[in-house]
């Protein structure tokens, strides 16, 4: 069985600073771990992705991850958040080749002017 | 029309109804899922087509039925709702080719809501 806990329900960040939502896996073996976003009334859109290789993965809009398998981590950074970075981020994993994504609850960032 | 596309995307419908929801993807992915997006929970994979044939089927209650006439469109037939079925549904669509797994592209979704 594999899941994902995104630990945070809410973050809030002035804009400029830097920003960082947090993601923990717990799956048996190698993960491939997505991070999404999604902004009212839309559907998810992808951001990143780590399949293996380089820890720091780079992705949409300024954003990147770190994959950290002591700690089980996959947690998205940004060096300097945007009002408009303001969403609902969730943070998922899949087995290999399978097609189940499995979904964290989601955190929702905001980011203050 | 690109990437993903669904309608209706607001549906009202009483317990008695019957409605469809359809969803189409111009980008020509060979997998698409259905999922349920409810207000505080992560959102929950229902049904997943590889090839036009159901591949997955998340203990979803018969009163959903999905239909996948081609690659390109899914259907979710519904009938004889409970109120608790109300919420986002989104689907998605990837293209998997054996080993490779590749990231889901997802439609704007149908906020559904029962009375």
């Known amino acids: 069985a594999q899941s994902v806990a995104q630990p945070e329900d809410q973050v809030n960040v002035a804009e400029g600073n830097p920003l960082t939502v947090k993601c923990t896996y717990s799956v048996s073996g190698n993960p491939y771990l997505f991070w999404y976003v999604q902004y009212p009334n839309r559907g998810l859109q992808f951001l990143l992705k780590y399949i293996t290789g380089d820890n720091l993965v780079k992705g949409s809009y300024g954003f990147e991850a770190e994959f950290n398998k002591s700690q089980t981590s996959f947690h998205l950074k940004k060096p300097s958040a945007l009002v408009s970075d303001s969403a609902l981020y969730f943070c998922?994993?899949?087995?290999?080749?399978?097609?189940?994504?499995?979904f964290g609850s989601g955190t929702q960032l905001t980011v203050l002017p | 029309e690109t990437g993903v596309t669904q309608t209706p995307r607001h549906l009202v419908m009483g317990m008695t109804n019957k409605k469809s929801l359809k969803c189409e993807q111009h980008?020509?992915?060979?997998?698409m899922y259905w999922y349920k997006q409810s207000a505080k929970k992560p959102l929950e994979l229902m049904f997943v087509?590889?090839?036009?044939?159901?591949?997955e089927n998340n203990s979803v209650p018969s009163r959903f039925s999905p239909e996948c006439p081609n690659s390109s469109h899914l259907f979710l037939h519904l009938h004889t709702l409970q109120p608790e079925d109300s919420a986002l549904y989104l689907c998605a669509s990837s293209q998997s080719q054996g080993s490779s797994y590749n990231e889901q592209f997802f439609g704007p979704g149908t906020r559904l809501t029962v009375l």
């Open positions: 087509y590889n090839f036009k044939e159901q591949t």
């Open positions: 980008l020509g992915h060979n997998a």
């Open positions: 998922a994993s899949s087995l290999g080749s399978a097609r189940q994504l499995t």
